[in-house]
């Protein structure tokens, strides 16, 4: 159970799920962390932060209840620990804990299959028209006129309200796109992806329009780079490597001589493919000066990006892009790549979870059927305290197999998790 607490409440053994206030107010650069120092307690206190989230099933409970506040709910600790017969190492290890997050129970479930797929129709239509409408807008920007924003205010309205409903909708039919499709849908997908971010991260609802048009517009700069580049298969020279990294330039001046466009926009325009350790371009601009706006748009870029068709790369599945998104050192803020995990509700390739017949598992992917639902490699039973034959199990086509939990592999005796989930996914598995 997550419950809101003063500061003045903190105590060793709590497990800190969030802090209140902006997360650069804060001195940690993980907001979600277990509180064994006092010192780290001294830290908050002597910052800004007013008041903390505390996971109660993952620490120390508060005695006096404060206001508990609405999210996702713990699972109940297993009934069974593990015995400790074949890992040694485990018995010094306290009982492994287990939580649920909001990936366990997707906000789809709240829709019968009729009023799903009637969203599922309306999605459509909403893409359609934005795909229209982001034509429309390119081409007047490629013949050198001002562009009209206002005109797509409607389309981010329209798109907010699908994510709203169920993210998964309008994200699944968005990442159907052809490759002649890219350009234009690249943008209503991160539109999509950037709302969806916004409401996971808690922004007011006008600058949540603000962060979906920057997405819709962030690549109008596109226009200026001939269609020989875009879709050249082999590799760039240094003269189209250099009018590539122009794009950003070019859509910020489009986007400044036009009118009603919003600073959120025309930074997100400029600054998208910066990283946070300064090798992006094209500022070459680090973290200190790179906006909440800047961060969340690089994310919603490079997951549309690698999980798209393009002409010059196989697309990776959701699970397996956010995989290799979360091991590139330096590019993204991992904070908010963490909040946009969670509001994708599509958990990574290599995560360790536990299935409802006391199984551990690993991820592999997502379903075919439901991208929420992911597809597992069993490999070991918390029962018997042993490995078992490695069994691949699709969750949305099984619905006798759920998953209760993720898990931290470190609680179950994992020391090195990386090197372990590697061999696991190398090895052969019955379906
Ligand atoms: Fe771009």
């Given at each position: 159970m997550l419950r809101k607490i003063l500061i003045s409440q903190l105590e060793l053994g709590m497990f800190v799920h969030s802090m209140e206030?902006?997360?650069?107010?804060?001195?940690?650069?993980?907001?979600?962390?277990?509180?064994?120092?006092?010192e780290q307690i001294e830290q908050i206190v002597s910052s800004d932060v007013k008041r903390v989230t505390i996971d109660e099933a993952r620490g120390k409970k508060l005695l006096l209840p404060l206001e508990p506040v609405e999210g996702p709910k713990a699972a109940e600790p297993s009934a069974r620990a593990p015995k400790l017969t074949r890992l040694?190492?485990?018995?010094?290890?306290?009982r492994p804990r287990s939580y649920l997050r909001d990936v366990a129970k997707?906000?789809?479930?709240?829709?019968t299959p009729r009023e799903r797929a009637a969203e599922v129709r309306k999605a459509s239509g909403t893409i359609k028209r934005s795909r229209a409408a982001v034509m429309a807008l390119f081409e007047d920007a490629r013949l050198g006129n001002t562009v009209?924003?206002?005109?797509l205010a409607p389309l981010v309205r329209q798109i907010s309200r699908s994510v709203n409903i169920d993210p998964t909708i309008i994200l699944n039919i968005s990442r159907m796109k052809t490759k002649d499709e890219y350009t234009y849908l690249h943008s209503v997908s991160v539109c999509a992806l950037m709302v969806n971010l916004a409401r996971k991260m808690g922004f007011p609802e006008q600058q949540m329009h603000d962060i979906g048009m920057a997405g819709l517009l962030?690549?109008?700069?596109?226009?200026?780079?001939p269609e020989s580049i875009l879709s050249k298969p082999g590799k760039l020279d240094e003269s189209e490597w250099i009018t590539i990294r122009n794009h950003p330039q070019r859509g910020h001046d489009i986007l400044a001589a036009?009118?009603?466009?919003?600073n959120i926009a025309l930074e997100v325009c400029l600054r998208?493919?910066?990283k946070m350790d300064g090798?992006?371009?094209?500022?070459?601009?680090?973290?200190?000066?790179?906006?909440i706006f800047t961060r969340m748009s690089t994310i919603c870029d490079v997951y549309d990006a690698i999980t798209s068709q393009r002409s010059y790369n196989t697309p990776l599945s959701a699970s397996e892009a956010l995989a290799e998104m979360q091991s590139?050192?330096?590019?993204?803020d991992q904070l908010i790549l963490r909040d946009f995990v969670d509001s994708l509700g599509i958990l990574p390739v290599g995560t360790l979870v536990r299935l409802n017949h006391d199984e551990l598992a690993m991820v592999i992917g997502e379903s075919s059927t439901n991208y929420a639902a992911p597809i597992v490699r069993s490999f070991r039973s918390i029962e018997s305290d042993r490995d078992i034959a490695p069994k691949d199990i699709d969750t949305g086509r099984n619905?006798?197999?759920?998953?209760v939990a993720i898990e931290e592999p470190e609680n179950w005796g994992f020391t090195d998790w990386p090197l372990f989930s590697a061999k696991l996914l190398s090895m052969p598995s019955a379906q």
């Open positions: 206030g902006s997360w650069f107010d804060h001195p940690f650069w993980r907001s979600r962390f277990l509180l064994n120092d006092r040694p190492e485990l018995s010094a290890v306290a997707p906000d789809f479930n709240r829709l009209k924003s206002r005109k962030h690549d109008v700069g596109k226009t200026s780079i036009s009118e009603d466009v919003s998208h493919h910066e090798t992006g371009y094209p500022g070459g601009i680090a973290a200190d000066n790179l906006s590139w050192s330096g590019h993204f619905k006798s197999r759920k998953l």
